[in-house]
């Protein structure tokens, strides 16, 4: 029960920490408004009709958006509060590694997934436009959208916090340019499977689903090797 | 060594290295027992290891050989121990972007405080910047910042209280500020202080016993009076009458050196060389001079802590 009041305390800190910073939010939603308008104004045009271009570009690109956000915010949750010697007070109190760790981690997923949903909305929006009707999402993509997506982004962010709690802040830069660099080539990839045929499934949805878990369990399991000391001797 | 009262924190030869097998230790077999109701001064100049020493006894450094017991605990095994410690570090830990109030109150919910809306504001009073509640870190000066954070260190009622260079970068006003409300702390709520600083002034105030650290090793740790004392082999002669100082500055000159000898009013400090004090005193009595009093001689704190650290004392 305490753990679990460490867990929402902190999250609850970071949630409010990044809505009420209007530079993060600004970036967030000017960087997913970006890239949803480019995808919702890309679609059409193709061997496939605009419902599965628009089911498979609300599948792909919101997670992706919304990974691409909670990155943004992770390295202000994470790794700011290490860098500035924030943190090193946080760990003197009577908290978990992991209560800090994961409730850090809920914190960034909450305004992520805001974010990815507004994303969401705004393809369907201009798709619909272009449709002339309104177009709805599916219940596999409802579903997708409420409970794929967030874990994947928990999953993603609890990861990138584990490796920025543990590491240096060489390599972190490290650690931050290979993200960059998936992200980007993920969110190119998904430019090239949105017009072909459609691929969201239930199926598809437990998959990502599964993984996200798996993700989480594995990062659960490292975060074992996390300690004060590591993170104290990983400030500089 | 075990005494009647209980020890709160207990360091044996507890070293810390940072580097391999080969670099010297960062801490280097350290020994010190805290007991419970004391304010202990740790100083040392800059990079000597007194943060490196606070660490270890939070558990954010674990030892490299030798042990640490905080409340007969090891440091970093159980989060219960870590409730009854309070933390000023040297980074006061404050988030520029969040409130005064905020920044106790998330501490204030992650120590298990109940009752906190008043809690926090009666501490917020305590160090005048109850105003200021709804005011954003990042708008306060250092002084505020650091009395803010030592609200926020004491917001769970800690038995044990750990501050690093709480005056560091302060005005001498804000020092002050800071010292008074520390002396407060220490007298009204019994609470066990441990000051690691290098601001000779504010330990010898506050401190009733003191180490002083320098590169790893503990060099001395007594009360601060046994260390004013400790300088063997000088006394100091008051003569009744102040004329009565020159003439017997002269003889003591003639029979120790001039370097044994500095005077100071009516007063005369003196090297005694390997001699005695009585010698001394039939010297100067039978010379015809009236000697009031002959006490062993003070030293003053800084004189100690440069006589062990040398050129790199550093203090402030
Ligand atoms: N994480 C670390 N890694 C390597 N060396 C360190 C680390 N922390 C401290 N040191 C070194 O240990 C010495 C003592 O540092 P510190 O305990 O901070 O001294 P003080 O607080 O007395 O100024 C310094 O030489 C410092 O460079
Ligand atoms: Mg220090």
């Keep these: 029960m305490k753990t679990f009041d460490h867990v929402l305390t902190v999250a609850s800190k970071e949630i409010r920490e990044i809505v009420t910073n209007r530079g993060l939010v600004f970036s967030g939603v000017f960087f997913a408004g970006f890239l949803s308008v480019m995808n919702g104004l890309g679609l059409g045009d193709a061997d496939v009709g605009l419902r599965a271009q628009l089911n498979n570009a ?37 908290v978990s590694l992991r209560s800090i760790w994961f409730g850090k981690a809920l914190g960034v997923m909450v305004p992520s997934w805001i974010i990815a949903i507004l ?48 590491l240096g802040m060489r390599e972190n830069m490290v650690v931050n340019m290979v993200t960059i660099f998936v992200l980007f080539t993920a969110l190119a990839g998904t430019q090239l499977i949105v017009k072909r045929a459609e691929f969201v499934t239930w199926g598809a949805v437990g998959l990502l689903v599964a993984a996200s878990l798996a993700l989480l369990a594995i990062t659960a399991g ?15 | 060594m075990q005494s009647d009262t209980a020890a709160v924190i207990e360091a044996f030869d507890l070293t810390k290295r940072f580097g391999g097998p080969a670099e010297p230790p960062v801490l280097d077999a350290v020994n010190l027992r805290v007991e419970q109701g004391e304010v202990f001064g740790y100083i040392g100049p800059n990079g000597a290891g007194k943060t490196t020493t606070l660490r270890l006894f939070l558990g954010l450094l674990r030892p490299s050989s030798g042990s640490v017991r905080v409340f007969g605990e090891i440091p970093g095994e159980r989060d219960e121990l870590r409730a009854r410690i309070g933390v000023l570090l040297e980074n006061s830990g404050l988030d520029d972007r969040m409130t005064a109030f905020q920044s106790i109150d998330y501490h204030a919910r992650l120590y298990g405080v109940g009752d906190r809306k008043r809690k926090i504001e ?47 970068g302060l005005d001498p006003e804000a020092q ?49 009076k046994s260390l004013q004392a400790g ?29 044994a000898i500095s005077v100071q009013g009516p007063r005369i400090e003196v090297s ?45």
């Excluded at chain 1, 992706?64 to 990155?71: C, D, E, Q, T």
């Excluded at chain 1, 449709?131 to 994947?152: C, D, E, T, Y």
């Excluded at chain 1, 074992?224 to 590591?230: A, D, G, H, M, Q």
């Excluded at chain 2, 003053?300 to 006589?307: A, H, I, P």
Aim: contains cysteine.
């Design chain 2, 122 to 168: 009666r501490l917020l009073d305590f160090v005048g910047l109850l105003d200021k509640r709804n005011e954003r870190v990042g708008t306060f000066s250092t002084g505020m910042k650091r009395k803010l954070g030592l609200a926020r260190s004491i917001i769970h009622d800690p038995e044990l209280l750990l501050l690093d260079e709480p005056s560091a």
């Design chain 2, 176 to 224: 002050k500020m800071v010292r008074e409300l520390l002396q407060e702390l220490a007298s009204a709520r019994r609470m066990t202080v441990f000051i690691n600083s290098h601001h000779l002034d504010e330990v010898e105030r506050l401190c009733s016993r003191i180490a002083i650290l320098h590169r790893g090793r503990i060099r001395a740790c007594d009360t601060v």
């Design chain 2, 272 to 316: 005694l060389n390997g001699r005695t004090t009585p010698e001394l005193v039939r010297l100067l009595v039978e010379d015809g001079l009236s000697v009031e009093e002959v006490s062993p001689a003070l030293r003053r704190l800084e004189d100690v802590y440069f006589d062990i650290v040398g050129g790199e004392g550093g203090a402030a």
């Design chain 1, 119 to 166: 994303a969401a909305a705004t393809i369907t929006a201009i798709a619909s436009r272009n449709a002339g009707q309104i177009m709805m999402p599916n219940s596999v993509l409802i579903v997708h959208l409420l409970v794929a997506v967030p874990l994947f982004i928990l999953a993603a962010v609890a990861l990138l916090g584990f490796a920025q709690l543990m």
């Design chain 1, 58 to 94: 609300l599948f792909s690109t919101c997670a992706l958006i919304a990974m691409f956000v909670g990155y943004l915010y992770a390295g202000q949750t994470y790794l700011r509060e290490k860098q500035t010697g924030i943190a090193e007070t946080l760990l003197c109190a009577p």
């Design chain 2, 231 to 259: 300088k063997r082999g000088h006394v100091r002669v008051r003569l009744s009458e102040p004329h009565h100082a020159v003439r017997a500055a002269a003889l003591l000159e003639g029979w120790l050196g001039p370097d």
């Design chain 1, 222 to 236: 490292l975060s074992r090797f996390l300690s004060r000391e590591r993170i104290v001797r990983t400030i500089s």
